[in-house]
């Protein structure tokens, strides 16, 4: 009776500890989780990031026109000087012009980067965390270019009468079109920045559970 009590206790301990091990492993065997890919909608998103920046640059950059204004010599005599109007004129669409230029070679740098990583390895941890900070921090940059160049193609849309700012898109009707689509533009690039973060922060969080 010991011998039977001696043999079969080492064969009800074996199923215990073969059953502990296949619920303990899970789905994966007992192994640790297979590694997780980079998203596809990271790349995704990063190509289309690249594509409206570099957009809203040549848009900018391509800002200028040239109007013929009347000034007044002596009434009623008056002569017509052609007048510029540039993107260079003033330092808040240098500004952005500066922001556009690093967006775009910043999101051509991920892209590649998401490039590599959905095809050969796996995203770490480490990589999404520095993602996010960076795209955290891109998006505010792009948000406060955005923000200066806003304004002041809103005054010179409507001008400002308090401050006897006159408006000039009246006159420099292509000059405006070029600063509004390139403003609208760059809030595109921006509100993508805000998606990679909150997609990246997700993802980090989902591997942390």
Request: some cysteine; glycine content about 8%.
């Amino acid at each position: 009776m010991a011998t039977v009590d001696g043999t079969t206790a080492p064969s009800s301990g074996g199923k215990t500890a073969t059953v502990a091990s296949e619920s303990g492993g899970g789905r994966y065997g007992g192994g640790p989780p297979p590694p997780a890919r980079c998203s596809g909608a990271n790349l995704a998103l990063r190509a289309l990031l690249f594509a409206v920046s570099l957009s809203a640059l040549v848009v900018l950059v391509t800002a200028k026109q040239t109007v013929m204004i009347p000034f007044v010599i002596r009434p009623p005599q008056f002569i017509l000087a052609p007048v510029p109007a540039k993107y260079t004129h003033s330092p808040a669409l240098i500004y952005l012009l500066a922001a556009l230029c690093a967006t775009c070679f910043y999101s051509l740098i991920t892209a590649i980067s998401s490039v590599r990583l959905l095809s050969s390895s796996a995203c770490s941890a480490k990589t999404l965390f520095y993602l996010i900070l960076l795209d955290v921090f891109y998006a505010a940059v792009m948000a406060s270019a955005t923000g200066t160049a806003g304004a002041v193609a809103w005054v010179g849309l409507k001008g400002n009468s308090h401050t006897r700012w006159n408006k000039i898109c009246n006159v420099y009707g292509k000059f405006c079109r070029h600063i509004g689509s390139s403003t609208f533009l760059a809030l595109i690039a921006a509100i993508v920045l805000v998606l990679l973060a909150f997609l990246n922060a997700y993802s980090l969080y989902r591997r942390s559970r």
